[in-house]
DNA sequence: TTGAAAGCGCTAACAT
DNA sequence: ATGTTAGCGCTTTCAA
């Protein structure tokens, strides 16, 4: 166990009596090979519990066989007040990257001390990801630079840009607010912040107001305060919602972290969901399986959003478009059966 | 944009007027140097946009500034299904390795075709950190080797060893249970595996047992079945308790997962939480901060957790002990308040 | 304080 | 099919 030299392909040429740059075909499949003289290195190299060097062989190949993944946070948070969607988008582009035979090199980035995005130019990741909240201004502003070139792919950024990936939000209001009509609801509310830090909410929110004028519906939306986290916008919103009694009996929320505030409001009001009111989320996150009721939700499909992400992230050619990631309904409890 | 040259060292020297290795000591922050110099060297490199190659220095270095993370899923599961418990970890020590300048190479492992742990072998890290679920039996069983090595830490690995880094579990069992005593409850039943699988949950149990004996009381555990999800599992242990009419009035859960699943069949069953039930989970999982009621639990000190992670990883004498996290109550709406 | 030179361990182009 | 050779871009002696 002690800090013995290294050993490299020469010892396994030596032991396997073959030349170092055999070694290295045998060991990389490369097929000029004889199937005796492989056996030949492969068990020398198991003998002496050899490992390609990872750094000699990218620095020598030129390309790293890796992408780099940046979570942004709100600046000053910790990793444990990530929204768990940007955990389970991250967990899928892992998955992804690794069915690829991709390394995944992960960094959060919250405040400025951290923001870094070199991982191209030091030789570190061939491409790179970047998702997380649209609320840390100074975090893209940092990044933006970047967002107008080639490998690189993004999640949701605050900018309208060529190669952005998000979820299909048109189609998702669509969903939500049918079933919510279908369910006999008409005076149907979106409730979330309509323009400003999340473009994807805007985009929610038009398909709502689409989708309401075509059913011959009146919309109004319900715009949280700014400066709360999500869960707290959810609440205020629906308890000003309460206060000045305008009429309803459905909200579309524009995440689920500000449906679950808006939840815990409206039982505190004792407004019963689904039977009084219908409630429809936007995202997926666990926390909706277990609340009071379990929130009928709107999920993006994340393996195809992982896998548009990491695919761009690779690509050598600018986009030439967004990209809209297909979305589902999540059926639970939030919304009554349709009659 | 253009598919130019990568710019090297040499090009900075040749631009700044100096030799290749003056700007290497230039930009590494080598003290040997006159600040003119370095003035120089920098201004070259920013004119040039270059970034030091990652891979050559560290090849040539021989270290690598990079800690693996392996988080284990449970078989087939999706990155999604992951436990949120082990997204707060895995973010918590991303964000430890970042404070300390060093990148985190995350892989998600899952089945056997992804199984994966020469980083160290491969130069690709210098510490390997294990996480995850402890139902993968065929991962740990792949990684059990590593386990007894020097630099790897794990977080409550299914294995008894030194190094083992887990929850200060007996104190977080005498916390729950002191805290349902102090909401008069008395009949106080451990809800989770006992034994096999979690060690942790051992520890928790045999906490709570001698939290119990040490006040005068009776302790029961109600184990749940094997072979199900969490959430399933708090669920069915608690329907079958609700149906074998033993008396209780607390519930200290051996995690939050089972927690959740246990509070929705204690709704259903009409039992007022906390009124008539305390409730106590452990994790501190976000979803409990909406359940019904949200959920009071224990969680450990996630920041202090990662910090021995990292440092355990990158330690390079074997560990002597285990070492213990230590964890706090996090009041939320389960328990009523002291009487 | 700086330059020259060696070499980290590998892959790939070129021979044979 | 395999060996020889030349670097990839850097850090670090060693000399000056």
New binding site residues.
Partial sequence: MRKA??V???DVAEAAG?????V??A??GCD???E??RARVVEAARALD?R??EH??R????STGTVAVIVIGRAGAAPGAINPFHYKLLGAVCAEASARGLDALVSFQCDPAQFYHDHIESGQADGIILIGTTVNEPAWAFHEPLLKRTNIASWASPFELNGEIRSDNSRAAHLATSRLMAAGHRAILFVGPTKGDQPQFGERYRGYVAAMEQAGLGHTAIEPPADADRGTQGRLAVEQLLAQDTPFDGLFFACDALALGGLDALSAAGRAVPEEVGVVGFDGVDSGQHSNPPLTTIEPDFAEAARQLVERALASDPPAFQTRVPVMLVERASVRQPR
Avoid: D
């Fill in positions: 030299r290294r490299t392909s020469i073959v030349s170092q740059s055999t290295s075909r060991l990389s000029t090979i004889t005796a003289t050899y390609v060097n000699a062989a620095l020598r190949r030129g």
